[in-house]
């Protein structure tokens, strides 16, 4: 969907999802510390991660007079560097490169650089050579913000940014935020998560994304007041934290609420664990307007006795009301 201020229409689905080998860049913040003071998030961002190249999709082939014929050698998940010696990052790159004899191309695939040489297929629409492939050079989403500092430093999401259409890992590259309308709550149903409805919007470019991993990703706002004024909260250590009353606070009728949950499980391991927490959504209006946990909440913070203790980061599929978190002291 197209407007004036260029909205893009997304369903949330950053939810699901357990990697490894986690990418960043060099620039990657502490993490937050235990009776350090924060400014309590629960409002939803837009998100846009750069995959440094064109990423593939999905293999479609080439339509032709005699059927679909697949250009072989590509994969899903493959990220294209180079064709024929020369970047490329657009559509329109690939097509300007690519005649119809073989074409070179430098690619990541499962984390290492590859070449191959390809031979294009003529399309019999256009008439001309294509590689029967569906590409793009960003990730699109809706997450949460869990934590603002008073310099603009921010959490989000609580795990790792991957492609939900191909359920494919991302090597991070890079990646903004931007301001995000709430459009509605799909209900999870028979064992698929629901999910927010939102519109990106792209004219609003509140920041950058230079950390994407499992716990989450972390940036800076370009501007502190483009941040929404929030509540300030403490950090709590992992000592205070214990089963019982908590809140999540998170937006799912326009704007950012406290809603009640119960922690009904609290790790006392140490280090980093990506779901140290277990709770259950308790608060009626909740479950009233999404049934429970859906995708997008994903860096919804936990409170607790009115310190941060956590982000939501996974919902349970055989009980939407249930969901894991990572610890505060966790996140980026």
Do not use: W
């Not at 339509?63 to 329109?92: A, H, L, Q, W």
């Not at 005649?99 to 290492?112: Q, Y």
């Not at 009904?264 to 909740?286: I, P, Q, S």
């Amino acid at each position: 969907m197209k407007k004036i201020r260029f909205c893009v229409l997304i369903i949330a689905a950053l939810l699901l999802c357990v990697f490894a080998a986690p990418m960043q860049t060099d620039a990657v913040f502490a993490a937050t510390r235990a009776g350090e003071t924060v400014r309590v998030g629960g409002f939803p961002i837009g998100l846009a991660l750069e995959v440094g190249g064109l990423f593939v999709e999905e293999v479609t082939g080439v339509e032709t007079d005699y059927g679909t014929v697949e250009v072989e050698g590509f994969r899903v998940g493959d990220i294209i560097k180079k064709i024929n010696g020369t970047e490329v990052k657009t559509t329109d790159d690939v097509h300007e490169l690519i005649g119809s004899g073989s074409a070179h191309v430098e690619m990541i695939r499962d984390g290492a650089v590859q070449e191959l040489d390809v031979t294009p297929v003529i399309e019999r629409y256009s008439g001309k050579p294509r590689l029967g492939i569906k590409i793009k050079d960003r990730i699109f989403g809706i997450g949460t913000v869990t934590f603002v500092k008073e310099n603009g430093e921010y959490a989000a999401l609580g795990h790792e940014i991957y492609d939900s259409e191909s359920d494919t890992h991302i090597p991070f590259a890079g990646g903004r935020i931007y301001g995000c309308k709430l459009l509605g709550v799909k209900k999870g149903a028979k064992g698929e998560a629901g999910a927010l409805l939102a519109s990106i919007v792209i004219s609003a470019d509140r920041g950058n994304i230079v950390c994407n991993n499992c716990f989450g990703i972390a940036g800076k706002y370009d501007d502190i007041a483009d941040a929404p004024e929030t509540d300030k909260v403490e950090v709590a250590s992992r000592g205070e934290i214990k089963p019982g009353a908590a809140c999540i606070r998170t937006t799912v009728d326009g704007k950012a609420e406290y809603y009640d949950i119960e922690i009904l499980k609290a790790t006392k391991k140490n280090g980093r664990h990506e779901k140290g927490l277990v709770f259950r959504v308790t608060d009626k209006r909740l479950l009233s307007v999404s049934g429970g946990i859906v995708r997008g909440m994903s860096g919804s913070p936990i409170l607790q006795d009115g310190k941060l203790v956590g982000a939501v980061t996974h919902v349970m599929l055989n009980d939407f009301t249930k969901g894991y978190g990572v610890y505060a002291d966790c996140l980026n």
